[in-house]
């Protein structure tokens, strides 16, 4: 597959990686990113897997189909810690903390299994 030319944006970007502190921050949003991102994922592939349609997870956790329909299809969501917690028990699920190294290596098998790439920093 051929390489597509880099546009005006990526060169900019390539040249803001330079700069060491732009790249520290833009490293941290985007791991904090990829992590709610792979929460999503988590929440909705449980959804799928329970046979549960967004609609019903919004009835079983009383909330407006709305708020469940947009935090599990748009990047625009960003959900309090109760409404996670609550969708997590709903579909029969608790969250936990694991150490970050860990925590990549499922973020990986989770997008191998998926087909969808992990974006990391270029």
């Known amino acids: 597959m051929a390489r597509r030319a880099k546009t005006g944006f990526d060169r900019y970007f390539d040249e803001r990686m330079q700069d060491s502190k732009f790249a520290e921050d833009y490293i ?11 929460l999503i994922r988590s929440l909705d592939s449980a959804r799928e ?3 549960m349609t967004k609609a019903d997870l919004a009835r079983k956790v009383h909330a407006k189909p709305e708020i ?4 599990l299809t748009s990047a625009d969501g960003n959900p309090t810690m109760s409404t996670v917690l609550k969708l ?3 579909l029969g699920c608790s ?9 990549r290596r499922v973020l990986h098998r989770e997008a191998a299994r998926t087909g969808r790439a ?3 920093p270029r």
Do not use: K
């Open 49 to 51: 897997r329970a046979g």
């Open 88 to 90: 997590a028990a709903a």
């Open 28 to 38: 941290q949003a985007r791991e904090e990113i990829d992590s709610i991102d792979a």
């Open 68 to 71: 469940v329909r947009r935090l």
């Open 118 to 120: 992990r974006r990391e």
């Open 95 to 103: 969250l936990q903390l694991v150490p970050r190294d860990v925590g």
